[in-house]
């Protein structure tokens, strides 16, 4: 049982490229959450879904973009990259509402804007 | 919204010293507990969790017990390791309102 695995766990972008961070999950998990971690800081939310198909922004949503066409996969796509992208990015999931249920966290993707 | 307050270190302690890491939270209704924990260079894990009045969680020799009366989830270990050396996140859960995780609590042990 893998859990929740993200790719790549390192990458360095210029400014202007585009990436998807991948994020995948086998525990048929329905919902799914992007954070990041800026250096010494907490987690800040970027997006979530509550199952295949439904999407919603977190708190900082802005420049990236997600979908959930299964339940499995849940990619963020960084699109025109800034230096204030750089950050550590952090997939997670939980097999019902956050409330009561468990978050399981990937290992992270570090990611660093030149 | 919910939300806690709880010092954000770093608390430093020898090998063995009684660790108490404290958290108080404020919510709408009746949350369920947790206490996530934070390696380095790896994500967050459930430490523990408790999901009602009174009960007490634990695992790895931590434990909190969740007080409604007092609207706190103190964590303690009686003997810290150096492994133990982490960033410490106390989260309320309710219904579906996703977890926001603040700086938390860096802990580090000395030999």
């Known amino acids: 049982n893998a859990g929740v695995t993200q790719t790549p766990k390192f990458r360095i972008l210029k400014i202007g490229q585009s990436m998807t961070l991948q994020c995948t999950q086998d525990?048929?998990?329905?919902?799914m959450y992007w954070y990041r971690q800026d250096p010494g800081m907490g987690l800040k939310l970027i997006y979530y879904?509550?199952?295949?198909?439904?999407?919603d922004k977190g708190e900082v949503p802005n420049g990236y973009n997600v979908s959930r066409s299964t339940t499995e996969d849940f990619p963020l796509r960084l699109e025109l990259a800034a230096p204030s992208q750089t950050s550590v990015y952090f997939c997670?999931?939980?097999?019902?509402?956050?409330?009561?249920?468990?978050?399981?966290f990937g290992a992270g993707s570090r990611l660093t804007v030149l | 919204g919910n939300s806690v307050t709880q010092m954000e270190g770093p608390v430093t302690l020898s090998e063995e010293a009684f660790l108490t890491i404290n958290c108080t939270y404020t919510a709408t209704g009746y949350p369920s507990l947790f206490w996530y924990v934070q390696y380095p260079g790896e994500g967050l894990q459930l430490l523990l969790k408790a999901t009602k009045a009174d009960d007490k969680g634990s695992n790895k020799g931590f434990e909190a017990t969740y007080r409604k009366e007092t609207t706190s989830f103190h964590l303690e270990k009686g003997s810290v390791q150096v492994s133990d050396s982490a960033v410490y996140f106390c989260?309320?859960?309710?219904?579906?309102?996703?977890?926001?995780f603040g700086r938390g609590t860096s802990l580090i042990v000395h030999p």
């Open positions: 997670a999931s939980s097999l019902g509402p956050p409330g009561a249920n468990v978050l399981t």
């Open positions: 879904s509550v199952g295949a198909g439904i999407t």
């Open positions: 989260a309320p859960g309710e219904g579906s309102y996703i977890p926001t």
């Open positions: 525990m048929n998990h329905n919902y």
